[in-house]
């Protein structure tokens, strides 16, 4: 049986590396300017090349985001930039434009050409269609259920490739002019400010500045704001379906979450390819997915269109975890770096997660903070600052460090 490819977003440098540490098989990234999702500290050129010697170098395949929607304006530079790509060995392009799809194929033929989910394919004679164009993989919308995945991997033999974990639009997979309308943040050149997680009140026009919530909560309403999708449970269903690649949304996302999404799915489906049959989904990957920011989960359309269940009325975002650092190095003495992302504080209760569904759990000590070594031990290590600790179990570079989150007092 074939596993699936697992893809994931990579923001920036540090989330690459992180996707590649818990297990990816690639990674999905932007360039400057190009790609939607333009607020993700994407890649430089320089960076771009060094971005595919890393993964190269560890067996993961990059796919660079180029899926705007191209006005006329676009094209020019658009141009410039795929040919400053073009020697980059970069896996495949990802295009949702037909004009950028027509210039991928002119300035880099060899190049594959994977579809994105902004071009809404939602059946198998679209899928085919784009095949006919030069496209090797089609994103799927995240609107097909089951059945109809199926349906398209029976009658197409092109790669396709599915959202299995992430964020879910209130519109056809991202076309969406919410945003652009309300901020003048264009979702469609990946400047979305997700207008459709804020809350809504009702203003009735003679009583200008009274706004009525819609629902009994007084933060508002969340009208349009859709639960994350969510298909663990359902991964063998994925992979016998034959799609080729299950994608995690997320590019804006932090660390943790790239972190903590890409560990879970890599178990899974290394424990669905050891033994299928006795294969199950266990409670602490639903626990894991759990304590990322989120809010809510659904399996979306799989199963048929989604109800008000699969909607949160009730809140904004879920979250029971926080990221406080990364193992930056492991020295031969047993002493270990740690990049401080979030002020830690000697008694802290840290768990240190590595791969696989590895995790331990350590009482912080006073820390020695580098290049403050003549303080001595401090109490409180504060972003930015790279701390020096034993601890008494074996960890690797680019680990990460989390605590429960726990309420600041300032
Ligand atoms: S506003 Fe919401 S529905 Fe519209 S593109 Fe942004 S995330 Fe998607």
Known sequence: MKIPELLAPAGNFEKLRMAVHYGA????????????????????LDQLARAVDYAHGRGVKVYLATNIFAGNADLGGMRRYLEQVADIPLDACIVADPGVLDMVGEISPQRPIHLS????????RSARFWQRQGVSRVNLAREMGLAEIREVRARVDLELEM??????CISYSGRCLLSGVMTGRDANKGECAHPCRWGYAIVEEQRPGRCFPILEDERGTF???????????????????????LKIEGRMKGAHYVASVVRVYREALDRYREDPHGYRTRPEWLDELGKISHRGYTSGFLFGRPGGEDHEY??????SHE???????????????????NRIRAGDELEFIGRGMSSHRLTMPPMVVEGREDDGPVRTAHPNQRIRLRVP???????????????EDN
């Open 223 to 245: 009208i349009f704001n859709s639960r994350d999708l969510c298909l663990l449970e359902y991964l063998p269903d994925l992979v016998e379906s034959g799609v080729d690649s």
């Open 25 to 44: 098989d690639a990674v999905y990234l932007g360039g400057e300017g190009y790609s939607l999702r333009n607020l993700a500290d994407n890649f430089s």
């Open 393 to 407: 179990f074996r960890v690797e570079p680019l680990d990460m460090v989390r605590r429960e989150k726990v309420e």
């Open 163 to 168: 959202f299995v974990h992430g964020a879910m």
């Open 314 to 319: 009730r809140t904004g975002y879920l979250r």
């Open 323 to 341: 990221f406080v650092g990364l193992v930056s190095e492991v020295r031969e003495d047993g002493e270990v770096a740690l990049e401080v992302r």
């Open 117 to 124: 989910t902004q071009a809404n394919t939602t059946n198998w």
